[in-house]
């Protein structure tokens, strides 16, 4: 296992920073994240790719000076599949705006939920007019998705990443909260690996962008997201930790704990060390 390879990295700011000396500064979180032992952010834009162009090429630097992989999860409101025609301009709009701040920050991958309901041609069509227009530097990423009724199981993310560019995202409390409970065992994590290499290679495989972090569900899927610092919470680390090394990846691995992605992020980098 090369697991120098491997990035463990937090989604957004967590409390923590803006307690530490460093939360006074927005874009302070690469150095507290770097103190922290944490190698990857991903930066959120979840609400508008609204940074400033001067402030995404600064947090790109210091990005670089500490040895921090950067990546952005996109709008919430970008709809490839959307009924109104103006929706979809808009989101194409929106995810080529987010792909050029990600390419001034050296971001490599913008993460982005689908849209909704079970049409992806749609997607899929949007995201060829985004790869005209889009840096070549950066990977688009659709998200596997929570929610049963958003666009985004396993197979659709898997389907758009067969048609375009992209490269899958696969967060795996998601896919947790959609099935229903399904990923408890280490072979429960297995299949959904083997299905990404069937599908995609060996490469989008090993070079894996994950979301990981315990979720509530109901039989409409996600809930809310849990913090790994409660007990029986699901899905675990360390029921994923060892394939990783069986199937020699070298992914990042973003937490999106509840108000402790920090704390989330240094644990999967404590269980991956263990097993070094
Ligand atoms: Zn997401």
């Given at each position: 296992m090369n697991?120098?390879?491997i990035k463990f990295g937090a989604s957004g700011n967590p409390l923590n920073f803006f307690k530490s000396e460093f939360g006074k500064d927005r874009l302070g979180v690469i150095e507290w994240s770097a103190k922290l032992g944490l190698n990857a952010q991903e930066r959120q834009m979840t609400y508008g790719?609204?940074?400033?162009?001067?402030?995404?090429?600064?947090?790109?630097?210091?990005?670089?000076?500490?040895?921090?992989?950067?990546?952005?999860?996109?709008?919430?409101?970008v709809v490839?599949?959307?009924?109104?025609?103006?929706?979809?301009?808009?989101?194409?709009?929106?995810?080529?705006?987010?792909?050029?701040?990600?390419?001034?920050?050296?971001?490599?991958k913008v993460v982005f939920h689908p849209g909704f309901g079970r049409d992806i041609k749609k997607i899929i069509?949007?995201?060829?007019?985004?790869?005209?227009?889009?840096?070549?530097?950066?990977?688009?990423?659709?998200?596997?998705?929570?929610?049963?009724?958003?666009?985004?199981?396993?197979?659709?993310?898997?389907?758009?990443?067969e048609n375009t560019e992209c490269e899958p995202c696969i967060d795996f409390a998601h896919l947790h909260a959609r099935g229903q409970g399904s990923l408890m065992e280490e072979d429960d994590f297995r299949k959904v690996l083997v299905e990404i290499e069937k599908r995609?290679?060996?490469?989008?495989?090993?070079?894996?962008?994950?979301?990981?972090?315990?979720?509530?569900?109901?039989?409409?899927?996600?809930?809310?997201?849990?913090?790994?610092?409660?007990?029986?919470?699901?899905?675990?680390?360390?029921?994923f930790a060892n394939l990783i090394k069986e199937f020699k990846m070298a992914p990042t691995l973003i937490s999106e704990?509840?108000?402790?992605?920090?704390?989330?992020?240094?644990?999967?980098?404590?269980?991956?060390?263990?097993?070094?």
């Amino acid at each position: 296992m090369n697991f120098n390879k491997i990035k463990f990295g937090a989604s957004g700011n967590p409390l923590n920073f803006f307690k530490s000396e460093f939360g006074k500064d927005r874009l302070g979180v690469i150095e507290w994240s770097a103190k922290l032992g944490l190698n990857a952010q991903e930066r959120q834009m979840t609400y508008g790719a609204r940074m400033k162009e001067d402030d995404a090429i600064e947090f790109g630097k210091r990005a670089r000076k500490f040895g921090v992989s950067l990546s952005i999860h996109g709008p919430y409101y970008v709809v490839l599949n959307s009924k109104k025609e103006k929706v979809i301009e808009n989101s194409i709009k929106e995810l080529i705006k987010t792909t050029r701040l990600a390419d001034l920050m050296g971001a490599k991958k913008v993460v982005f939920h689908p849209g909704f309901g079970r049409d992806i041609k749609k997607i899929i069509e949007g995201l060829k007019e985004v790869e005209k227009e889009k840096p070549k530097s950066v990977v688009i990423c659709p998200e596997t998705t929570g929610k049963i009724s958003q666009s985004g199981d396993l197979n659709e993310v898997l389907e758009i990443c067969e048609n375009t560019e992209c490269e899958p995202c696969i967060d795996f409390a998601h896919l947790h909260a959609r099935g229903q409970g399904s990923l408890m065992e280490e072979d429960d994590f297995r299949k959904v690996l083997v299905e990404i290499e069937k599908r995609l290679g060996k490469k989008s495989l090993k070079d894996l962008h994950c979301h990981f972090y315990p979720i509530e569900f109901t039989e409409k899927g996600e809930r809310v997201h849990r913090a790994v610092t409660e007990e029986n919470v699901f899905p675990r680390f360390e029921s994923f930790a060892n394939l990783i090394k069986e199937f020699k990846m070298a992914p990042t691995l973003i937490s999106e704990s509840k108000n402790t992605q920090d704390i989330g992020a240094l644990e999967m980098k404590r269980t991956m060390e263990e097993l070094r």
